[in-house]
């Protein structure tokens, strides 16, 4: 069985969809007609859909005509607080707020997974569970939908996700084993000494001083106390401390995030930094406290589905098309599935630097070369079908 005719057939229908949701983006929370233009395209096609009164997002069930094992596909639903900067005839209609990371995409491809595995139900054994994910973008939805209880009832064995990758041209997948995506720890330092008049510093206890050097000290734990074959970043996106030049302020107050590949580097990093903390804090004569954000995990593709990916994709996209992804440090909630359950995440090519398709993520002109819609069903369908008939 192999999707990607079909899919391309339905490539006018998808288009539709996909361009209806990007001129009404919503951000995280806010997907209730998002939402509803979902239920209503899997209700048309008769697949039986669950949501919930205190959230968005929802849940369709497709059941084969005999059994087997329960597959999850994802989609996250949510926009950014972006002004869209394209020129389109679906250009976003709500000002500030744009599908800038391709979550309509995603969305979309969804939808058609579930069209064409609804075509071939009488060939499925199995069930395949479409899972449209809130609230991805603040980090939130995952958790929200597997304390709905999404990965059970019946129980899924695997799940599968994917997500637009300007970096590739359309037509092709990315797919890799092990670590894709970072994980992340957000930290908040506040740097208490005694301010003063800048012309008397010897009088004060500086924590502009202190900052300045936690701000540059910190790079050693990535270049000097971490293997260089390891991907650690640490960066400081905020400091406030202060309000006139001549005045030294009392405290000093910093904002970063921390992404590490694994768990073990994670731990390691976040002690080291508390143990530099505490000797800069003694140096500098000053109290630094330090509070860390417990993030997401490490999005971490399940090395023994990758073989079986490969074959299945290999029906969708030539074998020269389906590329060893790219690991980057961004972050992605669907690692919280992973922790439950097998997973894998996939690359989408949606790049044509051509037709001017190669804007990233966030971007106020990103888009994607819509060809990418039928491949994405039909990599999603491919991937559900096959597991469910070699399991």
Not at 40 to 64: F, Q, R, Y
Not at 333 to 355: C, H, M, R
Request: hydrophobic content about 40%; charged content about 20%.
């Amino acid at each position: 069985m192999q999707f990607i005719t079909r899919a391309k057939e339905l490539l006018p229908d998808l288009v539709k969809i996909r361009r209806e949701l990007h001129r009404f983006p919503e951000v995280s929370w806010q997907e209730h007609q998002t939402t509803a233009r979902i239920k209503d395209h899997l209700e048309k096609i008769e697949i039986p859909v669950i949501s919930w009164n205190d959230c968005t997002g929802a849940m369709g069930i497709l059941c084969g005509e005999s059994p087997g094992p329960v597959v999850a596909l994802r989609a996250d639903i949510d926009a950014l607080p972006v002004q869209e900067e394209n020129v389109v005839s679906y250009r976003s209609e709500y000002p500030g707020i744009m599908h800038a990371c391709g979550h309509d995409v995603h969305a979309t491809c969804l939808i058609g997974a579930a069209k064409l595995l609804r075509e071939k139900r009488h060939l499925l054994s199995g069930t395949v569970k479409f899972l449209f994910q809130p609230a991805e973008e603040v980090a939130e939805g995952a958790k929200k939908l597997l304390e709905k209880g999404v990965l059970t009832d019946p129980e899924v064995h695997v799940i599968f996700g994917l997500h637009t990758q300007p970096d590739i041209p359309v037509g092709q997948i990315g797919l890799k084993s092990g670590a894709l995506m970072a994980s992340t720890n957000a930290v908040s330092i506040r740097i208490k000494g005694e301010g003063g008049h800048g012309a008397i510093p010897h009088r004060t206890r500086d924590p502009i001083v202190a900052a300045a050097a936690i701000i540059q000290g910190v790079q050693a734990i990535v270049s000097r106390r971490i293997d260089p074959l390891d991907s650690v970043v640490i960066s400081f996106g905020s400091i406030h401390g202060g309000r006139i030049g001549n005045v030294i302020p009392d405290q000093v107050e910093l904002a970063g995030t921390i992404r590490t590949v694994n768990q073990i580097t994670r731990q390691s990093v976040l002690q080291q930094l508390r143990d530099f903390l505490a000797y800069t804090a003694a140096a500098t004569q000053t109290e630094v406290e330090l509070v860390i954000h417990e993030g997401l995990p490490v999005l971490d593709n399940a090395p023994e589905l990758i073989s079986f990916c490969r074959e299945s994709l290999n029906r969708v996209f030539p074998a020269a098309s389906v590329e060893e992804a790219k690991p980057t440090m961004g972050a992605e909630d669907f690692s919280l599935y992973q922790e439950n359950i097998p997973g894998v995440f996939l690359w989408l090519g949606t790049g044509n630097a051509a037709k001017g398709y190669n804007h990233q993520w966030h971007h106020p002109q990103f888009d994607v070369d819509e060809e990418s819609l039928a491949y994405g069903a039909a990599a999603l369908a491919q991937l559900a079908f096959d597991f469910h008939s070699v399991n």
